[in-house]
């Protein structure tokens, strides 16, 4: 075979091969999406079905954006965290146990100081003195990282050792699971605290 046809062979071959690599990674991408959605609806909807809990606390729905967006962006740089070290082959259990715990320990400081932001927002602005505004997304931020931080990371191996790229899957993933953990955490919250 001569030097031209073998060039060409590879340069086809490398052309099939880019091919199929950007329909997987659009595949990929669309499944995730798709979930991200219906997940979307599902969170809206137990809002819906449990907005009568929520009216109980006077102001909560000033905390639930912030919560919200909280916990997905710690799950979401946790996630990211551990995708990189799998990229790099330098994951181990211990690292991902570091990065658990470091994720949990900024959860909590984030909802004690998200707690005191709303709390103090309620009663200067609203005049709202309810201590439950501090207390909830403590608690909630608990129970949902409890939950959301080992599945999480479970998934991020779980995809990678099933040969599928993590950063195109894990984001859309993460809001979905973490909303409706996030919304369940409050709930629940809220029913201790009543």
């Known amino acids: 075979m001569k030097k031209i046809d073998i060039l060409k062979r590879n340069k086809k071959i490398s052309k099939t091969l880019e091919r199929k690599k950007r329909i997987k990674t659009f595949e990929e991408i669309s499944i995730s999406q798709t979930i991200s959605i219906f997940g979307g609806l599902i969170a809206g909807s137990i809002l819906l079905v449990y907005i009568d809990h929520i009216l109980l606390v006077p102001g909560l729905f000033i905390l639930l954006p912030g919560f919200l967006e909280m916990g997905n962006a710690i799950s979401g740089s946790l996630s990211s965290r551990i995708s990189s070290r799998l ?28 707690g005191a932001v709303i709390y103090t927002i309620s009663r200067i602005i609203f005049k ?67």
């Open 87 to 114: 990229h790099q082959n330098t994951l181990t259990n211990l690292i991902i146990l570091k990065n658990i715990i470091a994720s949990l320990l900024l959860n909590i400081l984030t909802s004690v100081v998200l």
């Open 128 to 194: 709202i003195d309810n201590y439950q505004l501090f207390i909830i997304p403590i608690i909630a931020g608990l129970i949902s990282s409890i939950i959301v931080l080992p599945l999480i990371s479970h998934m991020v191996l779980w995809l990678y050792h099933h040969h599928d790229e993590p950063d195109n899957i894990i984001g859309p993933i993460i809001t979905t699971i973490g909303d409706i953990v996030n919304i369940g955490a409050i709930l629940i919250a809220i029913i201790i605290l009543t």
